[in-house]
């Protein structure tokens, strides 16, 4: 099974661009999908977007517009780009592989997940 | 948008069953995925495609989906067992959880 770990600044300031990037340890990033998800203080679960391995990426409409999700398959790295950030940004951030059923054609589920990382946006 | 919704809170006893539900509009229509979390630590997949064990998980923890309503069951529920729950599903190719429910084991 995959290992992921997340790594980025820890602190970013008001309006700037929040960037992480996720270290797998894994045979092939190929034919998978790979998540950001994020967990504000006390609050859910929020599910960022994603990353195929061909770069085809899709995110969450309530996030649209100020993300980006990238892949580097020779290094086994994917990353997140968010910009434009608020004290509403500030969350653990987690790196996670997404499940995808051949039979039913269809996104399941997410496994297994990084350890995460704290973000804190704050001047 | 499509939500999820989940009760905020649940006891039970330890031994007895525990049944956490998660509705939305079609839900049975859907897969949907179960997800433990204990403080200070990831989530941890507990079910997928509605009623399959991820990897490691005990046989006490099962799930269903029919109709709006998708259920965590943990049967024999043990002190180990408290943590929150999160729903999941796929909806319009975005991913949706629900606001986690935690359960209290007293």
């Known amino acids: 099974q995959e290992h992921l770990q997340e790594s980025g600044p820890g602190l970013v300031k008001p309006s700037e661009t929040l960037s992480l990037t996720c270290s797998v340890s894994?045979?092939?990033?190929?034919?998978?999908?790979w998540s950001w998800i994020r967990q504000p203080p006390g609050k859910g679960l929020e599910w960022i977007g994603y990353v195929y391995f061909n770069g085809t990426t899709n995110y969450n409409p309530t996030l649209k517009g100020r993300v980006k999700i990238s892949v580097d398959t020779s290094n086994n790295k994917f990353s997140l780009r968010l910009t434009s950030v608020t004290a509403a940004d500030t969350a653990v951030y987690y790196c996670?592989?997404?499940?995808?059923?051949?039979?039913?054609?269809?996104?399941?589920?997410?496994?297994?997940w990084g350890p995460g990382i704290r973000v804190i946006v704050s001047s | 948008s499509y939500e999820l919704t989940q009760p905020p809170s649940l006891s039970v006893s330890p031994g007895q069953t525990a049944s956490i539900p998660c509705s939305g509009d079609?839900?049975?229509?859907?897969?949907a995925c179960w997800y433990q979390q204990k403080p200070g630590q990831s989530p941890v997949l507990v079910i997928y495609e509605d009623n399959k064990r991820s990897s490691g998980i005990p046989e006490r923890f099962s799930g269903s989906n029919s109709g709006i309503t998708a259920t965590l069951t943990i049967s024999g529920t043990q002190a180990l067992d408290e943590a929150l729950y999160y729903c999941?599903?796929?909806?319009?190719?975005?991913?949706?959880f629900g606001g986690g429910t935690k359960l209290t084991v007293l």
């Open positions: 894994t045979d092939s990033m190929k034919n998978k999908y």
């Open positions: 999941q599903a796929w909806d319009s190719n975005t991913a949706v």
């Open positions: 079609k839900l049975g229509d859907k897969f």
């Open positions: 996670v592989r997404t499940g995808y059923d051949y039979v039913w054609g269809a996104l399941s589920w997410f496994d297994p």
